[in-house]
């Protein structure tokens, strides 16, 4: 089966446009998350969704960053007012609900590499 | 201080050799300990998988943790110019567990 996609895979833009970065998770999996890597540093998480709620948004950094999953599958990540620091590869992950409500073996889409100039 | 702690490397080794990767961690909460390999743009790809103290054995991969020094490693047994990547290892807590914690991964170079 496919894996985690994102859309697109390269996103150049100017300092205060708005961005919307897409995330298709693996069929089945109800879990779904948002994380940001820097260079040379591992991914820094953001938001995690069970099915269409946001079940834990404490690593959005400020309320620029806002992520929705209306449907409970596909998910927009979105930034408003973008800014130079904004700039990394923004990963998608999903996961499937493991026994005893574990949800840590995640599996990570290719990224969207964000650049603001 | 981080709360994991992780050689960036570069570490670089001819091929077949066996390697040793490392991560300490502060936090004695953690419970999952996971070692995903990323290539160079692409996404974290989930390699080992292990639940609290001890080993575990996947074909050339073996991972080991040690909860009493907060110490996890990853051993690649006859390396390829394939294994060359970065490496992350990335943990959690059991109350947590979707959160995962990481390391700011060692880059590995195989050298034919």
């Known amino acids: 089966g496919a894996g985690v996609s994102q859309t697109p895979s390269n996103k150049v833009t100017e300092k205060g446009k708005y961005v919307e970065l897409r995330c298709d998770p693996i069929s089945g999996h109800t879990a779904l998350y948002w994380y940001r890597q820097s260079l040379g540093q591992g991914p820094e998480f953001l938001i995690y969704f069970q099915g269409t709620g946001a079940a834990d948004d404490s690593g959005l950094p400020n309320d620029r960053f806002f992520a929705v999953r209306p449907e409970g599958s596909v998910s927009t990540l979105k930034i408003q007012r973008t800014e130079r620091g904004d700039s990394a590869v923004y990963l998608c992950?999903?996961?499937?609900?493991?026994?005893?409500?574990?949800?840590?073996?995640?599996?990570f889409g290719p990224g969207t590499r964000l650049t603001v100039l | 201080q981080k709360e994991v702690e992780q050689d960036p490397g570069p570490l670089s080794v001819p091929e077949g050799a066996i390697v040793s990767l490392n991560c300490t961690y502060s936090n004695s909460a953690f419970q999952y300990f996971m070692w995903y390999r990323q290539y160079s743009r692409k996404g974290p790809e989930l390699l080992m998988y292990?639940?609290s103290s001890g080993n575990k054995e996947d074909g050339r991969f073996t991972a080991q943790v040690d909860k009493s020094s907060k110490y996890i490693s990853l051993f690649i047994r006859d390396s390829q110019p394939s294994d060359s990547a970065t490496y992350l290892c990335?943990?959690?807590?059991?109350?947590?567990?979707?959160?995962?914690?990481w390391g700011a991964g060692t880059k590995l170079i195989i050298k034919p």
């Open positions: 992950a999903s996961s499937p609900l493991l026994a005893g409500g574990r949800r840590n073996e995640q599996f």
């Open positions: 292990t639940y």
């Open positions: 990335a943990m959690s807590a059991e109350d947590s567990n979707y959160q995962l914690i």
